[in-house]
């Protein structure tokens, strides 16, 4: 869960939940007797509109997180998240009605988007030629492979070659198959999906674990399993057997999920992005005691590839 979804729950309703009672309504004000002191005349308002706070006696005030803050004064900015967090989770918590607004706006833009991205990939597909699809082997695409960091044999081990022709050029890329026969299609001056979008699933040991990773495109699937051969000792990867799930682009996290139901941990280790994020919150909701969000590990950078090669 991100910072500003946290400072957009409710306040009135974490405080309701919390046992600090119904308050007295004012206009757009529900005044509270202050839970940062002792007083009989209630002084601490909470704004529902704002979703704001403020305490007149002491003239502090701020958003949800600054309250927790100021209640639990030791504790570090992890573990009030971490509260937080879990709170939302425990109580069902839920966003003002502003922040609720704003994010039914964004979803409907995104899903736009995302209904352009198929119309625009089905055009594609309509007019692209496979040749022939063969084991990874072109200098070109074995040159790039190494510049990402990535250990060539993982390559070529879960990878293909694809070649194909597209409105009277050929073209050449690295093909990551996924369940429903398409393929993504990467090289360095182009990336897309040849067929139909889906997941791909791997079972490294040859059959399921217990437990599974997550990732949102098959590149970070590969420079896990780089880490995992090589740097298995720098805390980046499980240090477990798992089965590998890659979402080939957050958009199809909700088809991954039923996929997940047999685990007893879910690692995620999805982009240090807004969309990832979120794609790390959907699956949290549906598994709160399962899935774990990785992607700490490599705090700093925007994925586990730019982990690796060092980029931010």
């Known amino acids: ?75 570090t900015e992890h573990q009030v998240l971490g509260y937080l967090e879990k709170q939302i989770q425990e109580f069902k918590l839920l966003f003002n009605e502003d922040f609720n607004a704003r994010l039914e706006e964004e979803e409907k833009k995104r899903l736009w988007l995302e209904g352009k991205r198929a119309e625009n990939e089905e055009k594609l597909n309509l007019e692209t030629v496979v040749e022939m699809v063969v084991p990874l082997t072109h200098p070109r695409l074995r040159d790039y492979v190494l510049q990402r960091r990535i250990d060539y044999n993982i390559a070529q081990r879960y990878c293909k070659e694809v070649h194909y022709s597209l409105r009277g050029k050929r073209y050449y890329a690295i093909a990551f198959e996924n369940i429903s026969k398409g393929m993504e299609a990467r090289n360095k001056f182009n990336k897309r999906c040849i067929g139909k979008k889906s997941i791909s699933v791997i079972l490294p040991t040859g059959t399921p674990q217990k437990q599974c990773c997550v990732f949102e495109g098959f590149f970070d699937m590969l420079t896990y399993m780089t880490l995992e051969t090589w740097m298995s000792d720098i805390g980046v990867s499980v240090g477990l057997p798992c089965d590998l799930f890659v979402l080939n682009g957050v958009g199809e996290v909700k088809l991954l999920l039923p996929y997940l139901k047999e685990y007893d941990s879910i690692h995620c280790y999805l982009d240090n992005d807004e969309a990832g994020r979120t794609a790390t919150q959907t699956i949290k909701a549906y598994y709160p005691d399962m899935a774990v969000d990785e992607s700490y590990r490599y705090q700093g950078y925007d994925d586990l590839n730019d982990f690796l090669s060092g980029t931010k």
């Not at 729950?9 to 308050?23: A, H, L």
């Not at 002191?37 to 209630?42: G, L, Y």
Request: with cysteine; proline share 4%.
């Open 1 to 75: 869960m991100t910072i500003d979804e946290i400072k957009s729950v409710s306040i009135y309703q974490w405080m309701r939940e919390n046992n600090f009672g119904d308050g007295v309504k004012k206009g757009t004000n529900i005044f509270y007797c202050s839970p940062l002191r002792s007083e009989s005349t209630p002084s601490f308002a909470v704004n529902t509109k704002q979703n704001l706070w403020h305490d007149f006696g002491t003239g502090k005030g701020g958003n949800l997180i600054n309250l927790v803050e100021q209640l639990n004064p030791r504790w």
